[in-house]
């Protein structure tokens, strides 16, 4: 008997959202906006910022001849990625389709 009413509660739940999508839709979009947020807070200032800092140090030590050809590469691998990410995904995504 017990089962039957949270049969029947979990169907009643079930068509009450059906029937109101933008209720259900609704609750995606504060994580979609902190993720947006995330984002936009990784790749934008504080990114350029890191990418420039790197470059520095890449100079000083450069400068000291104490650069090392796999720490350049690393570094580079690095910012390409970072403000390349964006566009990696939409070429695996245009891919995948």
């Known amino acids: 008997m017990i089962k039957m009413k949270q ?7 079930l068509l009450t959202m059906a029937t109101m999508p933008s209720m259900a839709f ?12 995330l984002l936009d807070l990784l790749t934008n200032g504080l990114a350029r910022t890191a990418a420039i800092l790197a470059i520095v140090v ?6 000291v001849g104490k650069l090392a050809v796999e720490m350049v590469g ?8 970072i403000f390349g ?11 995948a389709s």
Request: aromatic share 10%.
């Open 85 to 95: 990410g964006a566009a990696l995904v939409d070429l695996i995504i245009a891919a």
């Open 74 to 81: 690393k570094f580079i691998l690095g910012i390409v990625l």
């Open 7 to 13: 049969r029947l509660a979990s169907v009643g739940v």
């Open 26 to 37: 609704a609750a995606a979009t504060p994580i979609e906006g902190a993720l947006d947020f």
């Open 58 to 63: 890449l100079g000083y030590l450069a400068w």
